[in-house]
């Protein structure tokens, strides 16, 4: 990979990475194309990452398909695919960790200890080995793309980060390689997750500013729907990922959802431009 990309830089092409665990989707696809279009070559990249799942998370069930991921990324005229073992990336002896503090420890790093550091590890690595200009990751993942330019900002990495938007199935769900472990009545019940967004979106569209007030009626929603299992709901502005008192005109906001659907965890989250 070095001297791919070595020769690429040689040769003037400013390069794409688009970093997966596999098992493609729309939204990964989406990612490929903001790539193909912003960048001269796209190197896709396929690395289930144990360092980023813990003990009792899903590392050995992850669903896989290198075939079908391949095919996929031919269609789309990727030009290069990576996929090195986790050997190759951790081999015995390997002892190096990328750490973001604070950031990395509300939300997800409360329910998922250790995981950024397993993200910010692998991307750190996936960037020296490719070496990329332009990095893509998805809005879906908000607090990992906040996480990676926290990073990138601190390490000082010449790399353009760019996330682009959610992209979701034709009835809300959020795209996600996870939603294949839903049965249809889970997943039917997973779409609450989206509703509750959408109705916390109407509400500070309708000039609700206090982040308490949305948050407690997001929960009333949850409250119908027993089987949900909330991790967390939060509002956070969008760039240091801080948690705010107060909804404010010119500022960008997320609303987190993350919610156990049967064995399921999901996470998703919405935008929110304040003109
Ligand atoms: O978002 C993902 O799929 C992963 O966290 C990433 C960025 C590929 C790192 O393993």
């Known amino acids: 990979m070095h001297s791919v990309s070595h020769s690429l830089k040689r040769m003037g092409k400013k390069i794409g990475l688009v970093?997966?665990?596999?098992?493609?989707?729309?939204?990964?696809?989406?990612?490929?194309?903001?790539?193909?279009?912003?960048?001269?070559?796209?190197?896709?990249s396929i690395f289930v990452n144990p360092s980023q799942f813990g003990p009792s998370e899903d590392y050995e069930k992850y669903p896989r398909d290198i075939e079908r991921?391949?095919?996929?990324?031919?269609?789309?005229?990727?030009?290069?695919?990576?996929?090195p073992s986790a050997d190759e990336i951790y081999p015995s002896g390997y002892q190096t960790y990328v750490e973001v503090n604070e950031i990395s420890k509300k939300f997800e790093g409360e329910f998922r200890p250790n995981h950024f550091k397993g993200v910010t590890t692998i991307?750190?690595?996936?960037?020296?080995?490719?070496?990329?200009?332009?990095?893509?990751?998805?809005?879906?993942?908000?607090?990992?793309?906040?996480?990676?330019?926290?990073?990138?900002?601190d390490l000082k990495y010449d790399i353009d980060i760019r996330v682009c938007p959610i992209i979701r199935e034709y009835d809300g769900l959020a795209m996600s390689s996870r939603n294949v472990y839903l049965?249809?009545?889970?997943?039917?019940?997973?779409?609450?997750?989206?509703?509750?967004?959408?109705?916390?979106?109407?509400?500070?569209?309708?000039?609700?500013?206090?982040?308490?007030t949305v948050v407690d009626n997001m929960r009333v929603i949850f409250n119908e729907e027993k089987s949900i299992k909330l991790d967390y709901i939060g509002i956070v502005n969008a760039y240091g990922f801080r948690e705010v008192d107060l909804l404010e005109d010119g500022n960008e906001y997320y609303i987190l959802v993350a919610a156990r659907v049967g064995n399921t965890r999901l996470i998703d989250n919405e935008l929110m431009r304040l003109q």
């Open 19 to 44: 970093p997966t665990m596999g098992y493609l989707h729309e939204g990964h696809l989406s990612l490929i194309k903001k790539s193909l279009e912003l960048c001269d070559v796209t190197v896709a």
């Open 69 to 83: 991921d391949n095919k996929l990324l031919k269609e789309q005229n990727v030009d290069y695919l990576f996929t």
């Open 123 to 153: 991307v750190s690595i996936l960037f020296n080995c490719i070496q990329p200009d332009y990095a893509f990751f998805g809005q879906k993942d908000a607090q990992q793309a906040a996480v990676i330019k926290q990073m990138v900002n």
């Open 183 to 212: 049965s249809p009545e889970e997943r039917t019940k997973a779409l609450f997750i989206h509703k509750a967004l959408l109705y916390a979106r109407k509400l500070i569209e309708g000039k609700e500013t206090s982040p308490q």
